[in-house]
């Protein structure tokens, strides 16, 4: 696998399904950190995901707490409007954990001062927008990444 993916508490579900259909498209790994803003079974998942959810490789967590928990040993980078450095400067490796926020306020406090080492952000190059769509951020950080694995 390429990357693993992470949602932490997405809201909205079109952006998961695409985000899963992402996955699927590049050999990632989606994890999915709860609580949701929609259930799982939702059309709207299932449609922007198309007919490819069924192939994809997915793990569920019931909180963020289960999920540091079991991946404390892991790689991770974390994304944020907060970050200073750029996306560009991370060392993708296989395997790496790209960790993201919920649509609405991004990653937490807590989880962006605790890991403030290991922030990125995406440029942004006007003053009147504050973020990006999660879907759109989290494929360019993807293909960012695999763009550094194929042309080192």
Do not use: C
Request: glycine share 6%; aromatic share 12%; no cysteine.
């Amino acid at each position: 696998m390429a990357f693993n993916i992470v949602l932490i508490e997405p809201e909205i579900p079109n952006n998961t399904g695409n985000i899963g259909r992402l996955a699927l498209a590049t050999g990632s790994h989606l994890h999915l950190v709860k609580p949701f803003g929609f259930e799982l079974i939702d059309k709207r998942l299932k449609r922007a995901g198309l007919d490819y959810w069924q192939y994809l490789s997915i793990s569920i967590y019931e909180n963020s707490d289960a999920f540091f928990s079991q991946h404390s040993d892991k790689t991770k980078v974390y994304f944020s409007s907060h970050g200073e450095r750029n996306h560009w400067s991370i060392d993708y490796k296989d395997d790496l954990f790209l960790i993201f926020g919920k649509e609405s306020v991004g990653l937490s406090e807590e989880i962006t001062e605790k890991h403030r080492d290991n922030l990125y952000k995406i440029p942004l190059y006007s003053e009147h927008i504050r973020s990006l769509n999660l879907a759109n951020a989290v494929g360019i950080v993807v293909y960012e990444g695999l763009r550094q694995q194929t042309n080192p």
